[in-house]
């Protein structure tokens, strides 16, 4: 029979322009969230973290802000470039807990 | 900094074989950490260990999964008897948990294909 995997949602944005990956999470009791960028045939890397003290918070062409109440995180990357092209992937923990659960992943392509 | 080290980085092996996945953390580091990601399934923490000692297994599917971390530089997780459906591709994270920071260092992975 047919396979089924998870169909991971894609973006397509113009190099220079800027992107927003969104992420629904699951857990309300999560008060620390993490962005991972996955490049074809390599590892995840942590690109920027925020607690839920916080709600914005910047790192070099990347903003991740954070909506609690609609439990709702966004990956912000201004001016993309060919070398942003990953899938991207939230991840949620408690505080405190090293344990972290990722969520499906968003496939940015960066068209040249 | 060679960062995490995994081996091998492919696998194929037969149905009923054991197969032992090698993790070199980062020096230094106190936490280390078993995923595996399958296109069904996604990312999917399966153990993590802190100072040498496991912590959290609920993720390990099954009896035939075990992990060990006999010293601070060095873990695996053996499969016996391996399946068709643990084809994956397997992950070793380490992390130095500082304050506020839980960034975990990904390995490359280990790509395992079971027939």
């Known amino acids: 029979g047919e396979s089924v995997g998870l169909h991971l949602p894609t973006l397509s944005v113009q190099e220079g322009d800027n992107s927003i990956i969104n992420c629904a999470y699951s857990n309300s009791a999560s008060d620390y969230f993490i962005w991972y960028k996955q490049e074809s045939g390599k590892g995840p890397q942590f690109i920027i973290d925020?607690?839920?003290?916080?709600d914005k918070r910047q790192g070099q062409r990347v903003t991740v802000l954070l909506n609690k109440t609609v439990k709702h995180l966004s990956l912000q990357i201004a001016a993309t470039q060919p070398g942003d092209s990953a899938v991207y992937f939230c991840?949620?923990?408690?505080?405190?807990?090293?344990?972290?659960?990722f969520g499906t992943g968003t496939r940015l392509t960066i068209i040249p | 900094d060679a960062g995490v080290i995994q081996s091998p980085r492919h696998e194929v092996t037969e149905m009923g074989q054991e197969v032992t996945l090698r993790c070199k953390p980062i020096?230094?580091?106190?936490?280390l950490f078993w995923y595996r990601q399958t296109m069904m399934r996604g990312l999917e923490l399966l153990i993590y260990f802190n100072n040498n000692v496991p912590i959290d297994d609920s993720g390990m599917p099954e009896d035939r999964f075990s992990a060990k971390m006999p010293n601070a530089s060095f873990s695996t997780l053996k499969i016996q008897p391996s399946e068709p459906r643990d084809s994956a591709v397997y992950f070793c994270?380490?992390?130095?948990?500082?304050?506020?920071?839980?960034?975990?260092?990904f390995g490359p992975g280990t790509r395992l294909t079971v027939t």
């Open positions: 925020i607690r839920s003290n916080m």
């Open positions: 994270a380490s992390s130095l948990r500082t304050g506020d920071s839980y960034e975990q260092y």
């Open positions: 020096s230094g580091h106190n936490s």
């Open positions: 991840a949620e923990a408690l505080f405190g807990n090293e344990k972290l659960t």
